[in-house]
């Protein structure tokens, strides 16, 4: 019943910022550990944030002081707030969520729920 919705991704300059949000819907998400991935073409999905339950919060080191993650436990929602994007910041977003753990998770195997992802692209 658990679904996740990302949105808001879109084609940028590199410098710029932009916000993707993730919606969850299917249950109340309070306690879940909640992390974005990105995918470029030909590359493997990476880590990119998670934030935990206690609002806590990991980064990959490429995006720290540059993403941040936050969480709105009452509208079911996940934010990525990305600045100064850079061209290699390109990718497919992906919110997940670990329903299972409320600890740091960076990887595709610890999330038990994914969305479709939202599509990025930065230009130089």
């Known amino acids: 019943h658990v679904q996740l919705q990302a949105s808001g991704g879109g084609l940028v300059q590199a410098g710029d910022s932009l916000i993707v949000s993730c919606i969850v819907s299917g249950s109340t998400f309070s306690s879940f550990v909640m992390g974005w991935f990105r995918q470029a073409p030909g590359k493997e999905r990476e880590f990119v944030a998670c934030?935990?339950?206690?609002?806590?919060?990991y980064y990959y080191q490429t995006v720290k002081g540059r993403f941040t993650i936050s969480r709105d436990n009452l509208k079911n929602t996940v934010y990525l707030q990305m600045n100064s994007l850079k061209p290699e910041d390109t990718g497919v977003y992906y919110c997940?969520?670990?329903?299972?753990?409320?600890?740091?998770?960076?990887?595709?195997?610890?999330?038990?729920?994914w969305g479709r992802g939202t599509q990025v692209t930065v230009s130089s």
């Open positions: 934030i935990l339950s206690s609002n806590s919060t």
């Open positions: 997940a969520g670990d329903s299972r753990g409320d600890k740091i998770a960076t990887l595709v195997l610890d999330y038990d729920y």
